[in-house]
């Protein structure tokens, strides 16, 4: 910036403002003496003059007023008749008083002028560090990259910020001067007067905005305007600055979306599941009056009939109860079965080494008669729902016990294995028959058997219970045997609490 | 000879009827059974209506209730029943198939005086009712107003 500076004036000490006063006099008068001997007249006055205008120039109004002071006297003194003498005649009187009215005109002029120039140096200064500092706060606006523009009250864009453009991709001097919602096109979730009227209530306003690039792709962006206002309290700008939330917006608009499909398949699970509890009512009432007829008319029919009806009649009849009967246990299994995946888990903290006692002392008269040898390990305590528990684990020892009938020693162990992962792992082993690794897949489907009914008795629905019920405690179940060679089965349940 | 109570029956599957009354029979008290064959008739006779308009006064001495029925469920005819000041005193015992625990629990908050399950099991179905048939019309003590037979 090309500067003619006077720099601030620096304020001169009294005594070399009055001593200029001096100096300049006494220079002046040397001039107007030296004159004289050459024989120049009348030079004197305009040098005092000269004098005491530099001195109030630079030196103000009191030195000023020295030098007209000192100058009258040297005049006096110097130049006006009796020469080397102050004395003043009366017909000169009014000569020296023009000259002092003249001189303190002069300095009041000189005083003035000097006065307003200072005046207009300060405020040129102070205008220049304005300008500085607003210069360097628009290039701060520029280091963010968020994006920050100005518009004024009819919207055309005053100011344009970096961020702005790598958002928008407009330059500044492509965007200054257009109107911000028409170069971004923008799309307000509430009428424009409204927002205006909210943001001429409280000085700003926030809110989410649809805007598009200068590529025309849309983007959402959390918009917020505040309103400058001069010092009469008339806005005239409003500053915006943008964040892109486009794709949190996606992410939202996605996980919205998926809740939704969430909620659909939740209603739909929640009306197949009332429709299978309709189903599991339906079976428990219908399904069980035609068994119980055909037991108890068939059992009339023996004790009636049975004089009139052969061996194969009889052998007919009891074929006939035995099938209705097994068919009754089947329903049974069943129902509990699916009561499983409809009944509330009421979680607990289940003493496993208890629950398995109990559980013994239930399937004891299964074994009676037997000799069976119990090893039970340190067992620790599961988080479950103790009843589910137990039906699980009263089915797995009622197998170990089934499956080592054959057995002259039969031993059942139950014992805690590693902890994987932050599951328990628990395993119930027998020396039974075992069974076929190539069949382990088939252990604990609905209706599974390996072994045929003469050798096993079962249903074919206790390891599909045992597989659903420690599923449904996030756990697993497996199985390994041998045929011949007995068999392990494996749980596994979260350790801790879900 | 002890007092035989009068047993109301509401039982809509015929085959259930027989069985029961066969049931009763060796126990002489099939005589003294009043069969219904739905919520709405067991309602009518409880309120002499219908074709019950002229029977004699007295209450039963026991209701042996189905709960699935045509017309009026098992569980709506309990409701009425206990909410009836004249009839609320009746014992009455749910005979169900259902094993389900909500029918349980619903007819036991209605204030059913006992819940049994029909053993699918004949012996067992016969021995259910043989035992509900003499406790309730020989041992028990039928509340005043239930009709009683010499």
Redesign the interface.
Known sequence: MPRWKLSSPKIPSVIQRYGLAILSVVIGLGIGLLLERSHFHDVEFPLFLLAIVVTVWYAGVGPGILAVVLSSLAFDFFFTEPVYSFYVSRSELPYYFVFILFALLLTWFSAVRRRVERDLLQSRDELEQEVAMRTQQASLLNLTHDTIFVRDMSDVITYWNRGAQELYGWRAEEAIGKRSHDLLRTVFPAPLDDIAADLLRNGRWEGELEKTKSDGTRVVVASRWSLQRNEQRIPIAILETNNDITQRKRGEEEVRQLNQELGKRTIELEAINKELEAFA?SI???L??P???M??????LQKNASSVVDDKGRRYMTTILES??RM?TLI?DL?AFSRIGRAEARESIVNLEELINEVRSEVAQEAEGRNITWKLGPLPDLCGDRSMLKLALVNLLSNAIKFTRPRPQPEVEVGCAEKQNGRIVIFIRDNGVGFDMKYANKLFGVFQRLHRPEEFEGTGIGLATVQRIIRRHGGEVWAEGFVDKGATFFFSVPSQRR | MELLGRILMVEDDPKDVELTLTALEEYNLSNEVIVTHDGEEALDYLYHRGKFQTRANGNPAVLLLDLKLPKVDGLEVLQQLKSDEKLRMIPVVVLTSSREERDMVASYKLGVNAYVVKPVDFHEFVNAIKELGVFWAIINEAPPGSIKKK
């Open positions: 009512y428990s009432h219908d069980r009056a068994l119980r007829h037991v108890g008319f068939t059992e009339l209705a009967k009754g049974d129902l």
